[in-house]
């Protein structure tokens, strides 16, 4: 009963007696399509159909959203998906064993933001940023920013693709990830230009011989990829910049 006020900077609803009534049609919430956020049932269908729905901002409020399908954010340009906070906002994986939470393949301009993509220890990856033949675009110019990944069985963070298409200028700013058995897979001859600012790579995991930064590539020209002020397994590389996959880090793996 009364009146009551959701807000943040990004959206705003009104709710009268429980019913929910979006006020800014710039911007879409994943509650608007059905999702709860209680730890419970499946969300996979709203968490979809808010992505698909053709709006700029997808809002993901702060709770615990069940996800037993993988999400995939396929040829899009211009998407936001916006969290409540990297632990605050948990999508975690309820689906069969090996499964992967979000696909970004074929997109432009994404940005995932204050985001916790957790694989319940079940999944085998949280994330993998791809292109195939056939998409709209080339995936380029995305931003995770304040995202955390981790708790799967496999790799955490998959970039790149065996096709060799074009995953070029992503940046990772304030990236966490811990429980993985890879965290971070960059392959393809056209997979270049890899930012990480800040953020950390725990070198805690419940799974035994953990990898950080496994680099797949049958021709590594022209790959570039910076870190600077990451902490990767309790080090500290400042200003490590490695191009052409010939200089070393910590924790680092050559195939």
């Known amino acids: 009963t009364g009146q009551e006020y959701y807000r943040t900077d990004l959206h705003a609803h009104e709710i009268y007696d429980g019913q929910w009534v979006r006020q800014d049609d710039r911007v879409v919430s994943v509650l608007d399509f ?11 269908a709203a968490f979809q159909a808010a992505i698909n729905s053709g709006e700029g901002m997808v809002f993901v409020p702060a709770g615990t959203y069940r996800i ?8 899009k340009s211009g998407l936001t998906l916006q969290g409540g906070g990297q632990y605050q906002t948990n999508i975690y994986w309820n689906g069969a064993s090996g499964g992967t939470l979000f696909e970004i393949e074929g997109s ?29 675009y080339n995936t380029i110019l995305g931003l995770l920013d304040h995202v955390r990944l981790g708790n799967v069985t496999g790799t955490a963070l998959k970039i790149g693709s065996s096709n060799n298409l074009q995953v070029d200028s992503w940046m990772f700013q304030n990236l966490f990830i811990d429980n993985y ?5 960059i392959e ?16 805690l995991s419940s799974i035994p011989s953990t990898v ?8 590594d020209a022209g790959l ?20 052409h996959i010939h200089s070393a880090i910590t924790h680092m793996s050559y195939k």
């Open 34 to 44: 059905g999702a709860k956020g209680n730890d419970t049932g499946d969300d996979s």
């Open 181 to 185: 058995g890879v965290a971070v897979r």
């Open 212 to 219: 950080g930064f496994e680099l797949v590539s049958g021709d």
């Open 68 to 75: 037993a399908t993988k999400l995939n954010i396929l040829n």
């Open 224 to 243: 570039q990829f910076f870190i600077h002020q990451t902490m990767i397994a309790g080090e500290l590389p400042d200003l490590v910049f490695f191009e």
């Open 108 to 136: 432009q301009g994404v940005t995932l933001r204050d985001l916790w993509l957790n694989g319940n220890n079940v999944a085998a990856t949280s994330l993998v940023i791809s292109r195939n033949a056939g998409n709209t």
């Open 188 to 203: 393809g001859t056209m997979t270049m230009n890899m930012n990480f600012i800040g953020g950390g790579i725990s070198g």
